[in-house]
């Protein structure tokens, strides 16, 4: 039982007990007098009641501390003549009640003072990407293109290299500089790198336009989604500027950088280039002047992102993670998604295709949530968009829809939450990560909209368990059962990092987590001044203790334990 839980239920036991002990006999005792008033002879002198009620409720109110004392003392105090033995019982059994739940109302309190001065040292420390001032990049005409990378429903993804400045033309560095120095995928993971990035470190997203208009103003109110990951530089800087509608009519959320959500560094119009196979790849989009056929206008918005080696899709047909490394890619993606909705962005087309890979200096996998055509980020909207008619879009992979947003049905006043879609696409997306197929993924696959969680296929048994469980739990159908991104990324950190903490579940309590928290966020400020072996799980380590919430912390460890439990005797049964 939570703390808030506990501290109701005594309220009200104590709100009875008050009735049945104090308020009660008082009646009585007034009725009397009020009786012998009535009574014919020389007046008496009537004795009323105490009016001790009020400044005990205030008493009470300011402290419970105090409230359990004064239960404990009438339970002592209270003579076989004036109440009965069940009353003097009930009286000192909730006094030491609320003793208790003092006691650990204050061990929270200390928990969550530290939780607080943990979240502030490592909120402090932003992420940094390596991203240094630069005034270039706002042409097309600024960079080399190279070969086309990937191609999707709406767009084609092409390497490209920034042009160099004339010796001494100007101070700035470069795009070119764009990406931190040192090797990239090294070890086992060298052969699967693209020889072509250290040519061409950037890759550019052309948008296909299919009747946006071809004025600057009318391309980004349409592709205004795509700009929710832009850097506060990726517009240049224009007098007056652009007013962004997003599709409800709204200005567009923007999200902060973050280690594994994609960073679009610059964002302009241009006219649409013939690239190489265009013609061949996708004549329909092309504008008259390329293809007479084509139906495409002729100038669309074009992305300048960082250019990863391969998305997860193409990464798990070429290479089999580690149960450790399928471990901090599920958490990655959490950490993620928490990043999204904390700012109030729903991606609702979270699949394989669009999550892209790279690699730190040890070799472990980096990654980053990308391509957000489809996303939710009005400012007044909060995960939440009103479904009136079926002409409203529900997100992009029907697929990998959570049941809360597949099941749902229009009308007047119908409106779907997105707080936990992401999440469960997250648990879906697992299976790929684990080396089994996409459960979800037609026609073989189940059917978001009614699936029952029983029928959901095993993950391998090299999967370790605490991470099995986050998968269970993630896929849940009920999105109150279903933990949220925030929670399951913890139930994850204290499975790969809270060891001594959670050695013995019977004696494990936040003040143990509070002194593992100290001693983590330690190590983790003394790993950022030496040598990093995994910079991704640093970076994770810091995503969990800036997003230190003591709420979500106890209910990720009552998750992890519970499942530990449940695991135990499991064990013992068979």
């Keep these: 039982m939570s703390v808030k839980h506990a501290i109701s239920r005594g309220l009200e036991m104590g709100r009875s007990v008050f009735q049945l002990g104090v308020l009660k006999p008082v009646a009585r005792l007034a009725a009397k007098f009020r009786g012998e008033r ?18 005990r409720y205030r008493y009470y109110r300011m402290s419970l501390s105090g409230l359990a004392a004064q239960l404990q003392s009438l339970g002592f105090r209270r003579f076989p003549g004036t109440g009965s033995p069940r009353n003097r019982a009930v009286f000192l059994a909730f006094g030491l009640g609320l003793g208790l739940i003092e006691q650990q109302l204050e061990d929270d309190r200390r928990s969550a003072a530290t939780c607080q001065e943990i979240q502030a040292v490592f909120r402090k420390r932003k992420f940094q990407n390596p991203l240094k001032p630069f005034t270039l990049g706002y042409r097309l005409e600024d960079y080399m293109m190279g070969k086309q990378i990937g191609m999707g429903c ?59 208009g071809s004025s600057r103003e009318a391309i980004l109110n349409s592709m205004s989604q795509e700009l929710v990951p832009a850097s506060p530089l990726a ?62 206008s002729n100038s669309t918005l074009f992305l300048v992102m960082k250019n990863y080696p391969f998305n997860l899709r193409q990464y798990l047909q070429a290479a089999v993670p580690s149960h450790r490394e ?60 009103p479904f009136n008619n079926r002409c409203v879009n529900r997100g992009g992979n029907a697929s990998l829809m959570a049941p809360e ?39 073989e696959g189940l059917d978001s909209r009614q699936y ?37 990324a913890n139930i994850l950190h204290l499975s790969l990092w809270g060891g001594s903490a959670l050695a013995n579940q019977d004696t494990a309590s936040m003040k143990s987590i509070a002194d593992w928290l100290l ?56």
């Design 38 to 55: 009535l009574r014919v002879g020389p007046p008496a002198r009537s004795v009323q009641p105490q009016t001790f009620l009020p400044y």
């Design 154 to 212: 709406d767009a084609a993804v092409y390497e490209a290299a920034a042009h160099l400045p004339a010796p001494g033309e100007r101070r700035e560095c470069s795009l070119v500089e764009l990406v931190s120095g040192g090797k990239d995928g090294q070890g086992e993971h060298e052969a699967l790198r693209s020889g072509s990035i250290a040519s061409y470190p950037l890759a550019v997203k052309m948008m296909w336009n299919l009747g946006a």
């Design 235 to 296: 517009l240049k800087e224009e007098t007056p500027a652009p007013v962004l509608d997003g599709r409800f009519g709204g200005t567009p959320r923007r999200v902060s950088a973050h280690p594994n959500v994609v960073r679009v560094y610059r964002a302009f119009t241009a006219e649409v280039p013939l690239l190489p196979g265009a013609l061949e790849e996708y004549p329909d989009v092309l504008p008259p002047r390329l293809n007479p056929a084509g139906l495409g």
């Design 326 to 385: 399928g471990t901090l890619m599920l958490l990655q993606l959490l950490e993620g998604v928490d990043h999204l909705c904390k700012q109030g962005v729903a991606h609702r087309d979270l699949k394989s295709d669009n999550v892209l890979v790279e690699f730190d200096s040890g070799g472990c996998p980096r990654i980053v949530i990308a391509d957000f055509g489809c996303c939710l980020a009005e400012r007044d909207r909060a995960l939440r968009m």
């Design 405 to 443: 947003v597949a099941t749902a049905v229009p009308g007047p006043g119908m409106v779907i939450d997105y707080s936990k879609a992401d999440a469960w696409a997250v648990g879906a997306v697992s299976y790929e990560i684990f080396g089994r197929p996409n459960p979800f993924y037609r026609p």
């Design 452 to 488: 029952q969680e029983k029928q959901l296929p095993p993950l391998p048994a090299r999967v370790p368990t605490d991470t099995r469980l986050v998968v269970e739990l993630l896929l849940r159908r009920a999105p109150a059962k279903r933990p949220s991104a925030r929670v399951a």
């Design 519 to 574: 001693c983590q966020s330690a190590v983790v400020l003394l790993r950022g001044r030496g040598p990093v072996t995994s910079s991704v799980e640093v970076e994770l380590q810091r995503c969990f203790l800036a997003n230190l919430d003591l709420e979500d912390l106890n209910t990720a460890m009552g998750f992890l334990l519970f499942g530990r439990e449940q695991q135990r005797r499991g064990v013992l049964a068979n």
